[in-house]
C-alpha cells in the first residue's frame, strides 16, 4: 500500500516543520536567558515578519477581517506572548513536551468540543501516552521543592496555554481553508497591527541593551523562519493531511529539541521528563501510522 503524492507532499512539509519547530524551542530558550523581555522577542517576531508580509501582501487575497483577527488573536498574538514569557521561567525540556507535546492533546479535545470530533481508538491511545507526558512533566516541576518552583510551574501553565492556542488556530485553518501563503500574510499584519503599538506605547523592553547578535539571531529566525517558512508548511500539512494528524506528528519535536538542550543550552534532563519526554514520543509514533493513505 502506497502513500498518496497529497499525503507525501504533506509529510515532507511536517518534515522540515519539525526541524524549524526544534530550533525555535532551543533559539527562544537562548532568547529567555538573555537581556531581552518576552515582549521584545514578540516585537521581533511580527515586527521582521510583517515586512515579509508587505512585499507579499500584493500576492494574496485576504480573507474577511473577521478570520484575519482570529488568525492574529490566536495563532499570532496569544501563543507568541505566552510562550516568550514561559521561555524565561522554564526549561527548554519542558517547553518541548508542552508546546508540541501537549499539541496533540490539546487538539484533540478542542476539535472534540467545539467540533464534535471525537478521536477514533487509535488516535485515544496516542492521546493518552501524550497526556501521561503531560503529567510527568508537571511531576518533575513540582519535584524540585525550591522557591523557583513556583515560576517554574507558571511557565509550564504558560506553554499549556500557548499550545491551546496554537491548538485553536490549527482548527481555524481548517475551517477557514486558505492557501498557505494568505495565512502567513494575513496572521502575521493581523498581529503587528495589534500587538507593536502596544509594545510600543506601554510593555517593558531592553532591546537597546541587548547585544545586535542576540537581537539578529531572535530576528531572523522568529520573524523569518518560524513566521513564514514553518506557518506556510504547517498550513500546507494540515491542509493535506489534516489537522489532528499534523498534530499528532509534531509530537516528535519534544524528543529532538529536548535532547539537543543538553549540548546547545546545558540543561540536564531529568529521569521524569525523560520518562515524559519518551511517552509523547510513542504518543507521536503511533499517531504516524494513522496517516491516510488514499
Known sequence: MSVSNSSRAGLIAVFFTICIWAG?????????????TGWDVTALRFGVGALIALFFLPRVALPPYKVILLFSMFGGVGYAIA????????????????????LPFSTAVIAWLWLRQKPSPSQRIALMLVFVGIALTAADTLSHGTH???MQ??????????????????LLLRRYPV????????????????????????LPSTLNQAPAAEIAMQAIYQG???????????????????AQTVALLMAIVPGLAAMAAVPVLGEPLSMLTLAGLGAV????????RLVSVK
Not at 525555535?24 to 531581552?36: E, T, W
Not at 514569557?85 to 501537549?102: D, K, S, W
Not at 508548511?233 to 494540515?238: H, N, S
Not at 514520543?281 to 504516524?288: K, M
Request: charged content about 5%; aromatic content about 14%; hydrophobic content about 60%.
Open 148 to 150: 523557583l518552583t513556583g
Open 224 to 242: 523569518v523562519l518560524v513566521v513564514f517558512v514553518a506557518m506556510m508548511l504547517y498550513t500546507f500539512a494540515v491542509r493535506r493531511l489534516g
Open 281 to 288: 514520543t510513542t504518543g507521536a509514533l503511533l499517531g504516524a
Open 153 to 170: 510551574m507558571f511557565g509550564d501553565l504558560l506553554f499549556l496555554c500557548g499550545s491551546s492556542f496554537w491548538a485553536v488556530f490549527t
Open 24 to 36: 525555535f524551542i532551543l533559539v527562544s530558550r537562548h532568547g529567555g536567558k538573555s537581556v531581552l
Open 179 to 202: 492557501p498557505p501563503l494568505t495565512a502567513a500574510v494575513s496572521t502575521t499584519l493581523g498581529s503587528a497591527i495589534l500587538y507593536l503599538p502596544i509594545w510600543w506605547l506601554f
Open 83 to 102: 510562550v516568550y514569557v514561559a521561555f524565561r521561567l522554564a526549561p527548554a525540556a519542558h517547553a518541548a513536551v508542552l508546546l508540541p507535546g501537549a
